[in-house]
């Protein structure tokens, strides 16, 4: 016969034994082995015979009375009509006289209310650490029902801000398109006003003259001398009468160009994740180095320990080499450069100023027209992935166009991501690219001349699948100005914020992990980042605003935690 309890049931609720409700239980009678709630104690139990002489203990007490219960009538599991009279430790089991004189004579006998009191004991343990355990459980519990309950309201919220600014954004456009129809009508009327005065003028002139032709011919046709001579000296005033003057030319209606939606005319969802400087994150100066230059906008470390140092719209190039706290310079060009890289075969690739193929300088020094071509573009950003493959980022600013183009060694253009899956530009000026383990490209992109800008990082196939613009924290004050990126060994990505002098440090994913501030440590006005091969960070600064001098700083960074 099926059993009518179900599968998977709890505890049963333990009732009164005496009036069978469900009335809390609170006593119990040691003599009558009894369960009762507090009427029944009182009211039935007490006519009990000789219940006044009945041991009666709260429920509280109830696991405390252990004297009462009897240890003398255990059966021996082993042996049939024998009684357990020991414990044994040495076993884990309860031994009678046999068992004791066959196998257990030895071992570590102790009384069975010993061993009963040990493993109560064992249980409370056990039962104080599963409480401690259900009560961690439930904090733990109660916490993310919490954050579920707090980014449900979150998530409403944030719904209906960008339900509301699409419907100002929706008014805004609309009312745009209006003034454009409006001013598009007001051109239309002042150009064809311009016209129909002039072609009136001509109109009534012509019609003046048509009628001035045929009193002309009357005259001619007059067959009286005496009246042709009268008539005649009217018509010759006329024929001297001036065309009426009309305007050289005349303006146009203005053509209509589409415009594009982007990201900062419409918003973006930002990282809001709790934020704080991880205490791990460690960054120590190893090495100080002085220069002589006004800046130091690019490094790019060689495999010899020399390192390339740029300084950009000053011109000057310099391959040096670390001499106690000083750089001895080893060559030097005078050449503006907006970017620049070391290939894995010791040999500097450049982006130089007007030049639509990349430059090269190779190991012995000579400065030459590399086979990596973007025309029409300019290139204005390199990163080297090995010696077979390379990216660039270029653009042109007379023709409005950003590219990230990916290049094999024979210089062929692999891939060029410009444009998304609607036809919309991805990059108004690629400025800075590096690339994590998992193969996405990070872009520091700027969207502004003052050097405002995002990160924008591309998965497989160069989809966007992701864009960092600053933390509301972080940048709560001063925009978001990126300035240099760079992977670390550990396959993050740190990017420099010209405005806070913050790096801001990602994921490979581009998602805010930590930040760390350079002045911390004593190192202002960071502008260029790369890692030598030990895995040490090289940071070159610039100089403050206003300052005359031409000491900008190249630190050699020790770094942990990122």
Not at 275 to 302: G, M, R
Request: net charge neutral; proline share 4%; with cysteine.
């Amino acid at each position: 016969m099926a059993s009518s309890q179900p599968f998977g049931g709890g505890q049963v609720p333990v009732n009164c034994k005496l009036c069978k409700t469900d009335r809390p239980i609170q006593w119990k009678c040691m003599d009558c082995s009894i369960l009762m709630c507090g009427y029944c104690k009182d009211n039935v139990h007490s006519q009990f015979k000789n219940a006044l002489d009945h041991k009666i203990i709260s429920r509280e007490e109830i696991g405390l009375h252990t004297e009462e219960l009897d240890f003398t009538n255990i059966k021996c599991a082993d042996h049939t009509g024998q009684s357990s009279c020991l414990y044994c430790n040495t076993c884990d089991v309860l031994v009678c006289p046999t068992c004791v004189a066959k196998i257990h004579k030895k071992h570590d006998l102790i009384e069975i209310s010993d061993a009963y009191n040990i493993k109560v004991e064992i249980l409370k343990k056990g039962q104080s650490k599963m409480q401690k355990s259900n009560y961690t459980t439930n904090a733990k519990k109660d916490q993310l029902n919490k954050l579920v309950s707090a980014e449900n309201i979150k998530y409403n919220k944030e719904k209906r801000n960008i339900r509301s600014h699409e419907e100002t954004v929706k008014e805004q456009v609309e009312q745009y398109f209006k003034e454009l129809k409006i001013k598009l009508e007001h051109n239309h009327e002042t150009v064809l006003s311009t016209v129909k005065s002039d072609l009136n003028a001509i109109s009534l002139f012509t019609k003046q003259k048509v009628g001035k032709i045929n009193e002309f011919q009357d005259c001619i046709d007059l067959s009286n001398a005496s009246d042709f001579f009268k008539e005649v000296k009217k018509m010759e005033k006329f024929t001297e009468t001036q065309e009426p003057r009309t305007r050289p030319s005349y303006t146009s209606l203005p053509t209509f160009v589409p415009g594009n939606l982007n990201q900062s005319h419409i918003g973006s969802l930002q990282d809001d994740g709790n934020l704080s400087a991880d205490i791990n994150i460690s960054l120590v100066i190893n090495s100080e180095y002085q220069t002589e230059l006004e800046s130091i906008t690019f490094v790019s470390p060689c495999l010899d320990q020399s390192i390339w140092i740029n300084s950009g719209v000053f011109k000057v190039l310099q391959r040096v080499k670390p001499e106690g706290t000083n750089l001895k310079v080893m060559s030097k060009f005078n050449i503006e450069v907006f970017g620049m890289a070391v290939t894995p075969s010791n040999q500097l690739l450049l982006c130089a100023k007007g030049k639509t193929r990349l430059q090269h300088i190779s190991s012995s020094g000579e400065l030459t027209d590399s086979i990596y071509d973007v025309s029409p573009l300019l290139p204005i950003a390199i990163h080297v992935i090995s010696d077979n493959k390379l990216i660039v980022g270029a653009g042109n600013g007379k023709l409005k166009r950003g590219a990230v183009i990916i290049m094999n060694k024979k210089g062929d253009k692999e891939a060029v991501y410009e444009h998304d899956k609607h036809n919309q530009p991805m990059f108004s000026k690629p400025m800075y690219i590096t690339t994590t383990c998992n193969g996405n490209i990070h872009v520091v992109d700027w969207i502004s001349d003052d050097a405002r800008g995002i990160v924008v990082i591309l998965g497989q196939g160069g989809h966007i699948i992701n864009q960092y613009t600053g933390h509301p924290t972080i940048n709560k004050s001063e925009p978001f100005k990126p300035i240099n990126i760079v992977t670390t060994p550990s396959d993050n990505v740190v990017v420099i914020d010209l405005s806070t002098q913050i790096l801001h440090i990602l994921n490979d994913n581009g998602h805010l992990i930590s930040y760390f501030n350079t002045k911390d440590i004593g190192i202002e006005f960071p502008y260029s980042l790369a890692f030598n091969t030990t895995g040490q960070l090289y940071i070159g600064c610039i100089k403050a605003a206003g300052s005359q001098t031409k000491e900008a700083k190249l630190y050699e960074i020790n770094i942990e935690g990122f």
